[in-house]
């Protein structure tokens, strides 16, 4: 089992950057991605970004490329999300999650471990 533990949400203004962390804990060795998603009020969880917990390789949804970037380190079991030029669409409730298999996904029925969640307001 993993357990995970998101922070760094909070109200910031349109253009602003934030950085979300999540710390993970448990069986860390046998992760192989972790993926942020994020929920808007009223709207389906939606895949955002992700990255290879082992060799470090990135991907993201095109709305946020270019302005966020996923991170991680594997010695501290942290990961992370900075959140560049952030717009009032970026408003919503973000989660880190975790997959223990080798194959690449953006589903978040792929990702067996998830943390509760830490919110993300963007006024403009």
């Known amino acids: 089992q993993v357990q995970l533990v998101e922070s760094g949400g909070g109200l910031v203004q349109a253009g602003d950057s934030l950085r979300l962390s999540c710390a993970a804990s448990g069986r860390t060795g046998s992760l192989y991605f972790i993926a942020w998603f994020r929920q808007a009020p009223g709207k389906e969880r939606e895949f955002v970004a992700l990255?290879?917990?082992?060799?470090?390789?990135?991907f993201y949804t095109d709305s946020v490329r270019g302005r966020f970037s996923a991170s991680r380190d594997n010695a501290m079991n942290m990961a992370y999300l900075q959140m560049n030029h952030v717009k009032p669409e970026d408003t919503a409730m973000y989660y880190c999650a975790g997959r223990g298999n080798r194959l690449m996904t953006t589903s978040s029925n792929g990702y067996e471990y998830w943390g509760q969640g830490t919110e993300v307001t963007v006024s403009s």
């Open positions: 990255i290879g917990w082992q060799r470090g390789t990135t």
